[in-house]
């Protein structure tokens, strides 16, 4: 979670607001002193095209030394990784796109979607899934991949622990022409929860050579990290041997499973479920 919330002005073509969510100490967030029940809480971020913001869109933009890129365009966007959330401290102050931050909403920070972007948010341990709106830039921490705000995240059931595993699907306005088009997501409310948990695995490679499989499984056992396998998926006309490790049980270990490929230099990992 947040430990402070900067602003900075930075420029490569023009100017752009950054509202930073960062963990940079111990300090945490803090939630309301009584949590409303989910009931009370609103519904899911309702899906519909807007102009992009004047502010925070960059095309680029700079926190803490590191220069972030905005994409084009969120449509196709899908990925897995750590979602946290922040909540009363930053209550009422601007956000990146200059809306005031409202913990109640249905709202979230991500470093790189153009601002605004509606996302489904699947939280991979409980299969609890909203809609929220990104209006916001962070969080700039290692290994994380949207800030939720503090409803988004109590709807997930992820604001005790602080964080959780998620998925992160665009909900694109965006044309891509009639060869690409496709519907967008359907999206699920927090009612749809009543399904068994999935096992969730760190994948660090997929090979059409079992050999190459072989030699990756080999430095993840050298260099202690496990338990890993290779996985053979037949489910397409080429056999691919998938390297996984897990499963993964929390947040905290998978920060540490990251932190130890990284050591390995293997920095291209993917969450996966079965």
């Known amino acids: 979670m947040r430990a402070r919330r900067l602003t900075f002005v930075f420029t490569l073509t023009s100017f752009l607001f950054v509202s930073a969510c960062s963990s940079l100490g111990p300090t945490q967030d803090t939630a309301p002193r009584t949590a409303p029940p989910v009931s009370s809480l ?9 102009p992009r913001s004047r502010y925070g869109n960059g095309p680029y933009y700079k926190v803490f030394g590191d220069t972030y890129k905005v994409l084009d365009s969120s449509y196709g966007y899908q990925e897995r990784g750590v979602a946290s959330w922040y909540g009363k401290k930053f209550h009422g102050r601007m956000t990146s796109s200059q809306e005031p931050y409202d913990m109640y909403a249905m709202t979230a920070a991500h470093k790189s979607l153009p601002l605004p972007t509606y996302v489904r948010v699947r939280n991979l341990k409980n299969n609890r899934s909203i809609v929220v709106r990104v209006n916001d830039r962070g969080p700039f921490v290692d290994n994380r991949l949207i800030d939720l705000s ?7 059931d992820m604001v005790r622990d602080g964080t959780s595993l998620v998925e992160v699907t665009a909900i694109s306005f965006d044309d891509p022409g009639p060869a690409a088009r496709t519907p967008a997501p359907t999206t699920r409310t927090v009612s749809d929860v009543k399904k068994p948990d999935s096992n969730i695995f760190v994948q660090v490679g997929a090979f059409g050579d079992a050999s190459n499989a072989k030699r990756r499984h080999a430095l993840l056992r050298n ?3 496990g338990p890993a396998f ?3 998926d037949r489910s397409s006309s080429q056999t691919l041997y998938r390297v996984r490790i897990g499963p993964i049980a ?4 998978y920060d540490s499973i990251v932190e130890e490929l990284q050591r390995l230099g293997i920095t291209e990992t993917h969450l996966v479920t079965e």
């Open 42 to 50: 609103p519904g899911n971020a309702v899906p519909r095209q807007e």
């Open 150 to 156: 503090y409803s988004a995240a109590l709807k997930l």
């Open 223 to 225: 260099g202690g990290i």
């Open 230 to 232: 290779v996985h053979e």
């Open 250 to 253: 929390n947040v905290v270990q």
